[in-house]
Structure formats: C-alpha cells, structure tokens
C-alpha cells in the first residue's frame, strides 16, 4: 500500500515531495501595489475572467519569505522547508464577482512548486530575494521605522525578473485595499498522449482557499516596482504603468482546501 | 487565448515552464546495474505492478547529465535546458510483460521536474554530478580507456543520497540488459478539495515512450553504488544487497507520447 | 587609478567582490556549546595557541543567518548581501590569555568568503539553514516561548556536515559564557611560486576585532549538535563528545579592524 | 602539526579549499574575441601595464566548462571537482612584451575561486552555462559542424552579465590570434588592521603559468557577445564595441606555478 500526497509514493510516505495538507505558512512579505497596461492584462485572463472595469490593471506583486510545516514538526527541517515565493495579482471579476486573478508565480522550493500546482498557482522555480529586518538594531538591521527603505527581487535561470522597493511611512492596524478578495487560479496537468497534448487531464478555474489568514506588524509606505524585458518570459507584459503604495507585512495562514469554480476539461469534452 | 503546453499559460505561450513536446534530449548516462531487497522492492509497486521472480530486485540507477530542446533551439538557452537527472528502475511486470518500474527519481531543473511528472516519473529536485570526459588528454580528463573510473552522486537539501562508480572494461555495441523493456511510470495529480484528498484527479499507470532512442560510446565495466540513509527520503529501503555491472554511455531521444494502460483514478471513483 | 578594497579593483570601485570597511552585520543565531576530544583540538591549534587545561575541548557552533551593507546602503540588495554563516570557536589561550581559537568556517556568500580570509575565518562555501521566527503567530512560525525547538544545518558539496538542535528554557538578559573572549584566528595566503608553495605570503596569528556587538532577545537552553562523517572534512575530528546548551540570539556589530598578533611568514623568513 | 595549501589548515591537510599544485584541468572553451572602447579598457590597467597600440582594445571573453584534480584522483569527487569560468582578456603591454590582462573573472566554485585569488585572477562567484555537444547525434546534441550554433552566459546574484553566442564555419588545426601570449593578472591581498587598508599586505603583478597546454578540436567561426549593464558591477565598461571570430575548442593544461613581474606592495612601502 503505497502511501503520499503527492509522488513519489512510497511505503512510508516520508519521501513525498509534500506532506498531507493541512500546510502551514508564516512568513515576511513585501508587496507593491500597481497598474499595468489594461489591455495587456486582459490578454493574460482565461475565459470566464473578466478585468475589473473600474479597476482595470490594478495589480500587487508579493515577495514572500517563508516557512512552512505539516503535522511533523517540517519546521525543524530548514534545509527543506523555507521558501521564497514571488506572487502577481490582477483585479478581476468572477461571474460578476471581485477575485484576485494569479497570472504569474515563482518558488525556490520543489515542495511549494508542486503544493502551487496543485493549488493552481502556475509557479516556477525563482530566487526571490528580500531585505530582512533583525532584532538587533544597527545599519545592517533594516529596522521597521518611518522613512525605513525595504527592497525585493525575483530572478529565475540568471535573469533579472522583477525588482521592488518599499520606503516606510506608517504603520497600519490592517491591510487595506489589499488581500482583500478571494485569490482564483487554475489548476492545470497536461495530458501526453499522442493527439491530446491540447486537452489537459485537468484545467479547472479554482478558488485558492487560505484559513486563519493572520496578517501583523503592517506597514504602509510608497512602493517601486520594475519588471525587467527577459528572455522566455512575459512577465514585463504585465508590468508597471504606474505603481503605487508598498506593503510589508508579516502572515501566517492554513491551506488545505480548494474549490472547483470550473471545470474547463469537462466542458471541453462534452 | 492563452497558450503554453504547462502553467503558466500565457498570451505567447513562451513563459510556459515546459516548451510543447516533442522534446529532444541528449547526454551522457552512468548507470549502476544492482539488485535490492525483494521484499523491500515489492512495497514500492503499485497493485497491478508485481516483481519479476527470476530477477527479483534487479535494478538500475541511472545519473544522467544532458541537454534538451523543443522546436525552438531551446539549447541555445544553457543556463535553462540543460539537466541533471537521477532515476532508478526496478524490473518488474505488468500483465505479464517485462517491464521496468520507476518508483524514484529526480532532476536539477524545473522545466524537466514538470515533463517528468507529466511522463509519470516522480521527480524531486536533486543536485546530479557525474564525472566528465573531455577532447583533450589529462589528468583531468577522465579519457574513456580500459580501467578508467568515472563516479556520480546525487544530493537533495544538503543530504547525499546516492553515490556510483563505475571502473570501465570494455566498449561494446549495444547497451545489453539495460533500458532493454518499456518503462513504466505513475501519473498523479492529487486534488485538494476538502473531503477528496485521498482521490487524485489524475492516477493513471503509463508507458513512458522515447522515440529514435539512439545510444553510442557504450562502455561495460564493474560498478558500486550506495545509497545513504537520509531524513525525509525512502530511496536506502532500495539500496544495494548486491552490484552488478556498470555502465558510461552516450544517448540521444525524443518524447512526445505516453501510453495509458490503467486509470486508476477512473476505476477508484467507479 | 583603480580602485576597491578587493579584487577586482575597477576603474570605480563598484565591482570589488566585498565593498571597503567598516562592514555591518546584523542577523539572528543558534548556538550549541559542546565539548570535543581535547587531543583532537589540540591537533587544530598552530603552534602558540594552547587548549586551555581548565576548559580543555569546550566549543562552540554558531549557526549565523545575517544581513550586511557598507556605507552604500547595500542591505537594499538582498540577493547580495545576505549571508548565512557557520563557524566553530574553541576555547583555547594565547600567551596566557583566553581566546576562542577559529578551526573552521563556512558562509553562503562570495563577498562574506573574501572578507572571512581577509580577517583570518578559514571559510569556505556552504549551505547553512536555520529555523525562522516569524511575528505572525501559527504552527510555521517558531515562536520564541519556553520549549519552543528551533533547527539548523550545515552542508557543503551536497553532504551534511553539522545538524545542530536547540530547545528554549529561558530569556536571559544577557549571553553567559558565549562569545565572551576576543576571537583569534590566522589569516593565510599561500604563495604559488616554484619551490615556495610551502611559504604563503601571509600568515599572522590575528584577533577579530568586533566594534559594538550588540545581542538582543537572547534565549538559553538545551543543545543537541552532531557532526557527521564526510569526505573531504575534517569537520567530524571536532565533533562532541558532550553537548551542553543551546542559545538563540540577534546580535548586530561592526568590522574595521584587526590585530596582529604574531606574523609567522616574517618569523619564518628569518 | 597543521597541513593544506589553503586555509583551513587541519591535522590531516584534506579539508583544504584547494588540494596542494600542481592542479590538472580539462574543458570546453567557448571563446568570442571582441573589441572595446579603448580608453575604457586603459582604465582597467594597473600602472606599468599598457594597451598595445596597434591592438587596442582587443580582448577575448572565454567560457569554461571544466573538470579538475590535484594528486588524488579529486574528479572522482564530481560535485567539489567541476567548475565553470569566465573571463576576459585583454590584449596589453607588459615593459614592451605582449601580454593578455586578465581584468575580470568568475568562477561557480570555492576551490577554483581560492585558486583563482592565488594566482591573480580577481575571480568571483557566476553561474556560467555553455551548450554542450554529445556523442549520439540529435537536435539535442549540437554536433560540431559547420554552421552549428553554439551559446554561453554568466550571471551573478540573478543579473545576466554577459552572453556569448558562436557560429562554427572551420575545423582549425590550431587556436590562431588565442591564448598565445602570456597571461598576466594581479595577486591581491588586503589588510585590515586600521589605518592600513589602503596597504594591501599582498599586491605584486604576475605571470600565470600554464603547464602542458594543450588544445584539441578546434572549431572557429563567428562570435556574438554582450555584455548587459548590472547593479554593482563594471563589466559593461569593456563591452564589445565591435565582435570578432568565435571560438570552440577542448583544452588541458596544469598549473603550478606563477612568476612574479612586480611586488606594487614592496615598492609602496619603499
């Protein structure tokens, strides 16, 4: 009786590349709110998604510095379970319904590579890169004050992908204007067969669930933002016409459940 | 529309984490024929898989250091397409059928981690080395002569996991008694609906075909292979209770189709 | 006139691999005091340095997840200027006074490697990972409580080479018995013409001088730290025989300066 | 009794950075030649060393893909005994002798970073990727012939800082206009007692002497190469203001020795 997640399956079940949900999160984060080209971003939507008229191209980016667990501890196991995540959201509407639309994602984890598949997060594999704030105070420590200057970036294969800045300028109860509406992706497994490489085993429009989303320590300032041309990427497509105010915040979160809002595989092969 | 063989799925389709198939791979392969602990062996086969009697435990592990392309001169890319894999086969049957049997395996780069889970093999990030040979005579040169020794290792977070070596005794025509029966792998696509977790949205028994399998520069000699016990892996329960031979060569196929011979899936939710 | 503290010295001083003193560092540790073989580290110390008879074998592991800039805001580039570090102190006397003596350092970072032999830490490149606090509460999190277990490791060339565990008992106000005595080291560089490879152009017996450490948010209580056996290390000579606490703690200082203590390349020309 | 060539020095001398020269190589090069703005280049020149009139800025930039070992059958070690390199060399006079200057230079491994410190190449730490070509024919495999494409790039801390590209058109019986004059760099070592870090304690301009050279398949064509412009470094200074010949070849040599032209310390302190 082979036992895991996800492959590879085995006797024990250790070896899988992701223990069972429920997955655990907390971590740093660094995120700038922008505006990208409205017809650009439209082009990035699937069917069923809509920009958001009033709203149109009213994007974040998140830089996240994380660690993650299961139910065993995972924690203690550093080499396997940190990870730097790099994250873009699209206003959107859902059947009439504001979501936030992820067209773009990176990881420098195989285990959250896979845990984003399976979500619907379309992640690669990216070093993502963020100033750390310490306890003890000094010039290297990146203190979390007014006027304090925070930076991010996102490379993948040796390119530059992305670049954020973040200068402080208050500290805040909430997250506002941000986080704010359900995250929809998709989730999407090729098929191999000769003559099925366009109909996916699977292609649903999902919604990523996330309980007990505890957000702290939150500070609102200006942000920056630049995705730089790469070659094999498109992710400059979607970036800043104009940027707006920068986050940095601190999270945990619990993960174990998605909802199915379309099966896009179904309706292909009726 | 978007395009892309994978996620993400795009308006060029030229971010997709794997180019659509067919895919072309070539590079050099030290191999470590050894037999494993039948019993231990058998606990890694799925219900329809059984051990091969007269060769119960007879394995391979494989380290490969290649490059592979699409149509689009993809290895004009380096830092992007070229890989690193590690991959044990078991000998095994299906129906009847020789067969040899993937219950492990790994990759140093994301694009392949995702065409192997989309072949069925369970991939892992891992860091592969293996000794190389070059043009010019050395010291350094590990020159492909009687007696030569050329070894491989593979790591995963820090830990080492599996180390070959082979001592070179003779060229031959043709790789004999290895990669010699079909292989065959596990698609799985788990799901993440709450209440579904045990039911994969993809669990289908495939072959895994290459097409123009071309193998050249074929060496036999003696090999030795460990696999160290390592926290959070499965692969020691595999390890060797005997050596066989060993094996340096050069290959070169495509890959662009899978063939289904159970749904696991489909039989689970009937 | 070119210009940089080190190589390469470029026409603006931009490029050199470390920017010029004084460096910054601020970052969070996990320490464990353990007790070696005293005839194995004696085997470590260059002549002049002696075990100290009283506390002979008593050791330290630092393992250092840090951040550090100059005097050009260098913390603003993350993917440069971090660093994580593991360094091992013993107990030892110079000239009668009390030291703690460097046998062997890594770090993750070509810029902290320079500056690591420039001030005499014998570093080389390794993979250090350390259990992260987060200040968003949840079971990923590591919170700084009375039993809270926190992890951390140390590998290199894809083996691990130093797995260190600490379980919180209590806050302190401040580090008893840790970093309590200056840090003697000995910078080295050898000398690579014929016939001289045995007389390196640098070699001085020298203190690491540390301007204003800081230690904050110290937490004491009990450690667990192996070294495990690999090749091409010398790491496991120095492993413990007894383990006694484990520390957490965030410290920040600044490095401008070093002493001489003995030059034995001059002592040795003579 | 402390042993090794490098740091650290340890009991059994087998934990050094680099094993004790003479140190064998073997590789792939990819090679463009390229010329620069001539001034910019003047001003990567120490004092004594001068453009070559005729040839000035003439430079070569070089990709390697190589495989090394000292005395102990290291390449049998092929996760610590693999490296790859860049590196620019500049057409220049040395007292009215021609020479090549070695201004910038990368490698992805601590030994041959070491060793490059130890010779005079002011190397750092690059990802440094190269086509590969295999035995077994295939899109995959970029057999040597005329008019194969073969490409290269570096990259440091995730920003692209140079891609090279060769067109092959003629099998050479030689390198022609390559690797034929002496190489000369700078051994360069810092001081860091206070007041004394503008006197490095190691500063001489040196020959660095290849022992056995040999080169083998020889492919000359067409070269392409760009230097990007990155954060923190300077190597777009001696961008190509026009390309030259491409090359690819295999190559040994081994390296035990340097020859000291001019100790810039001594004279300093004069």
Redesign the interface.
């Known amino acids: 009786m082979?036992k895991g997640?996800?492959?590879?399956?085995?006797?024990?079940g250790?070896?899988a590349?992701a223990p069972?949900?429920p997955w655990?999160?907390?971590?740093?984060v660094l995120a700038v709110e922008f505006w990208n080209d409205a017809d650009?971003a439209a082009?990035?939507l699937?069917s069923g998604i809509e920009l958001h008229a009033s709203r149109a191209g009213r994007s974040v980016a998140l830089f996240v510095d994380?660690?993650?667990?299961a139910q065993g501890?995972e924690?203690?196991?550093?080499?396997?379970y940190?990870c730097r995540e790099f994250i873009v959201l699209l206003d959107a509407l859902w059947q009439g319904s504001e979501i936030a639309w992820c067209?773009?994602?990176f990881a420098d984890n195989?285990a959250v590579?896979a845990v984003g598949?399976?979500?619907g997060y379309?992640?690669?594999?990216g070093?993502v890169?963020?100033?750390?704030t310490?306890?003890?105070?000094?010039?290297?420590?990146?203190v979390l004050v007014d006027g304090a200057?925070?930076?991010?970036?996102?490379?993948a294969?040796?390119?530059?992908l992305a670049q954020g800045?973040v200068t402080l300028r208050r500290k805040a109860d909430h997250l506002v204007g941000l986080l704010d509406r359900p995250i929809v992706a998709?989730?999407?497994?090729?098929r191999?067969?000769?003559g099925l490489?366009h109909k996916p085993?699977?292609d649903e429009i999902v919604r990523c669930k996330m309980d007990?989303l505890?957000?702290?320590?939150v500070w609102i300032g200006d942000g920056d933002l630049v995705f730089p041309e790469a070659?094999?990427?498109?992710?400059e497509?979607l970036g800043p016409v104009k940027v707006g105010r920068g986050f940095r915040f601190?999270?945990?979160?619990?993960i174990?459940?998605?909802?199915?809002l379309a099966d896009l595989a179904a309706q292909d092969s009726r």
Request: hydrophobic share 40%; glycine share 4%; charged share 20%.
């Open positions: 082979l997640f996800t492959v590879p399956r085995t006797p024990r250790a070896a590349l069972s949900p655990h999160f907390a971590g740093d650009a082009d990035f699937p994380c660690q993650f667990t501890d924690h203690l196991d550093p080499a396997r940190q067209p773009y994602a195989d590579l598949w399976i979500q379309p992640r690669k594999i070093v890169r963020q100033t750390r310490f306890a003890a105070a000094g010039a290297a420590s990146a200057r925070l930076a991010a970036s996102l490379s294969h040796g390119q530059l800045r998709r989730r999407y497994f090729p191999l067969c000769a490489h085993a699977v007990d505890l957000t702290t320590n070659h094999g990427e498109e992710l497509m601190s999270f945990s979160c619990a174990s459940d998605t909802e199915v």
